[in-house]
């Protein structure tokens, strides 16, 4: 009987009770793993996502960091730096748009995946995405064991498991997982760095140095500026606390920036021996929204577009952007309740130092990230004036974690304080109700769908990869969506030039080596509204082309165009179809 009785108590209250409340929750993070995987993926949808993958199947067929997705002003400063023409017929471009943290992660998902691109009867995406889905959620799933930790040191493990709880049910996060952006790996990298910053400061108090653990952050946000440019920011928001907190002060600060330099700075000599830029081509990526649309300056041939570009026209683009982001904070946060109370937790008086003086880390590097994106732009969301939380430069999504920390510890606080907190039931209701809350998106994507199994329009990638085969792998492809060319069909793809007056030159007198073979048009500019975007907007040139109307004097005159219901377009020479192999 006793022992009947102990294995009672263990269940109830014992070991075993863990192991079973662990076991379950395993279980459930597993099936919403499963159903984003099996049941909600419909592919990629982001430029950035296609092209950070194509440039990692380049790397694992042993071509190194080189591209198929070519902008035309990246040809142009290639030719300009070495100061002689590009034979792309032969030659790889090399790449100086991506991170290459990303690129090399990408690179054992898709070795797994077979790396065939293959598309059977009712297979709408590649296998290749899937794959690289998944290592994302084992990212994410480290970066919650991460902050485990960090919120135990912080708080306490009760808080811990809960906090632990709330980042597991943020919708946002599975959405980035299925993304293909490198979210999930900043995240695993960032908790890291807190973790390091935590045991730093509670060193610093103790009046020790901590200076490994400066080491390990400092390591840590190099590898996060090789995952995303853009991770500079929050950086220098650390180096700004940093000088201001650790004590001997200075020496923490420098110990910081000699390491992330000396992480980030063999790849910085790469891109200046490839293209005479540290930055690569990415970094003309700060002229989008300023003049013109995200990408036109890509499709230039030079820089003559922003010549006469001043600092004071960033002015209505950052304010415009700080302001939509402290307006969409909400959703930029994960809809999540107890993150935005962070901003109220900064006035209540931790009890532990460290504590406290922790979440003025985690503001200063936030302003620091909110003033990076506003200079850098975050695109906005479908059919809407607000930010897409699903941005590739949308870095709010990293300081969810340590808002809810703090966020649900202040909650906790004015909870504790109330009449019903005595009462068992009603203090566990009332957390079923926050989780249900925070919940809801996710709860929603679970839920059946009637949405297409495919990101369509814009994307169809069985069209993509079958009008591929039409071209020779050592000839080009102009299109309008040459990151999908790239990715869905392995094929060397242009960005469609301003002009058509550039596109006409490309094709009489291509780059030595190259045969310009084909013309694909997506619904990315036929679902454009016809007079204020195609009309007067940045394809106004292609306006005949996007009609299927194209000017007698246009070289390519053979069209065929592509199910479902034309949507899709291929401009030829010849019939190149009528001949392509099956």
Partial sequence: MSTAQSVVHSVEQGKASQVIRMAVVGVVVLGIMLIFLLARFRGFNHIEAMDSAQVARQVEAGKGFTTKFIRPLALWQLEKFTGAPVNLGKTDLPDTANAPLPVLLNVLPIKLAGNEMKFPQGVYFPAEERWIAAFSMVFFLAAVAVFFFLARRLFDERLALLGSGLVLVCDLFWEFSVSGLPQNTLLLLFMGALYALERAAEENQAGQLATKWFVVAGGLFGLMELCHGLAIWPFLGLLAFSAAYFKPRGLSTGILALVFLAVITPWLIRNYNVCGNILGIANYSIYDGVKGTPGVLMRSNS????????????????????????????????????????????????????????????????????????????????????????????????????????????????????????????RLGFMVLLFLVSAFPLITSLLPSVAAPVRFPPYFPPITNAAAKWVGENELIVSDQPWAVAWYGNRKSVWMPIK?????????????????????????????????EILRGDYREWTGVILRQPPASFPFREIQSLPPDGEFAFFSDRKRWETAPK
């Fill in 303 to 426: 820089l003559d577009y922003v010549n006469d570009v001043t600092p004071m026209w960033w002015r209505p683009k950052i304010q415009a952007s700080i302001l939509a982001q402290f307006g969409g904070l909400y959703g930029l946060l994960g809809a999540t309740l107890v993150a935005p109370v962070f901003f109220v937790a900064l006035l209540h008086p931790f009890k532990r130092r460290e504590t406290a003086h922790f979440r003025w880390l985690i503001l200063s590097m936030w302003l620091a990230a909110v003033l990076g994106m506003a200079i850098y732009g975050l695109a906005p969301a479908p059919g809407a004036g607000a930010i897409d939380p699903l941005s590739a430069n949308q870095l709010h999504v990293l300081f969810i974690p340590p808002m809810i920390a703090f966020g649900l510890a202040y909650v906790l606080i004015l909870v504790s304080r109330l009449e019903f907190s005595s009462v068992p039931l009603l």
């Fill in 500 to 532: 058509i007056a550039d596109f006409v030159t490309l094709v009489d007198y291509p780059p030595t080596g190259t045969v310009v073979a084909g013309l694909f048009v997506s619904p990315l500019t036929g679902h454009l509204k016809l007079f204020p």
